[in-house]
């Protein structure tokens, strides 16, 4: 092994560890809440010590903060590949597929939840990094329904109000889902994509001006 592959195999098994504690810590603050958990919560978990969590992480805000970034970067790598894909699928294609990633991201990374923390205790400049990169999903899920409903595909609905109405759903996964239920990540990611792709295609609900 050449030095540049050692760096590599070592700068791997760095990330692999702190996605470990980024699971760990993001399974604790949905069970005690962020206040209520403490350093030595998260390293328990692990068979780690305080000592060993400080080699990875500064303290528990900075957990706090890459619990998010990390969820939102797959997010938007999700939104990406849709952008990318635009000239080989419809708008109701590409909201699903947002969709579907999106629970994905809920449900699956970080053992789940993981965007639905509470986000608020960051300090002010962590805090506008992660509403930047919300805001940025947010404004492209806006803008695939906004070209739905210009290529007539969905109702004429208000792209905001239905990108909110989506959005709020999806957190609210946060309060019911349980690894150990009926439903997995992608059968909920489908029924989602499904229900709300539908509902702004078609039905006899009233449209909503803009």
């Known amino acids: 092994m050449n030095v540049m592959q050692a760096s590599e195999r070592r700068a791997r098994k760095t990330e692999l560890k702190r996605e470990a504690i980024l699971r760990s810590a993001a399974g604790a603050f949905r069970r005690k809440g962020y206040h209520g958990t403490s350093m030595e919560d998260i390293s328990e978990q692990l068979l780690m010590t305080k000592g060993s969590l400080y080699y990875y992480f500064a303290d528990k805000e900075e957990i706090l903060f890459a619990c998010h970034d990390f969820s939102l970067d797959r997010v938007l790598d999700r939104m990406q590949e849709v952008i990318e894909a635009e000239k080989d699928s419809n708008a109701a294609d590409r909201l699903g597929a947002l969709i579907q990633g999106l629970v994905d991201v809920m449900i699956d990374d970080l053992q789940g939840s993981a965007l639905a923390l509470d986000f608020t205790a960051l300090k002010e400049e962590l805090l506008e990094k992660i509403i930047a990169k919300r805001d940025k999903f947010e404004r492209g899920m806006r803008a695939v329904i906004s070209d739905g409903?210009?290529?007539?595909?969905?109702?004429?609905?208000?792209?905001?109000?239905?990108?909110?109405?989506?959005?709020?759903?999806?957190?609210?996964?946060?309060?019911?889902?349980?690894p150990d239920?009926?439903?997995?990540?992608?059968?909920?990611?489908?029924?989602?994509?499904?229900?709300?792709?539908?509902?702004?295609s078609k039905g006899d609900l009233p449209n909503v001006g803009k």
Request: glycine share 8%; charged share 25%.
């Open 149 to 178: 409903v210009k290529s007539r595909e969905f109702r004429n609905v208000d792209p905001k109000l239905a990108t909110f109405a989506i959005l709020g759903a999806i957190n609210w996964i946060s309060k019911w889902y349980r």
């Open 181 to 200: 239920g009926t439903f997995k990540a992608a059968d909920i990611g489908r029924m989602y994509s499904d229900l709300f792709v539908k509902g702004l």
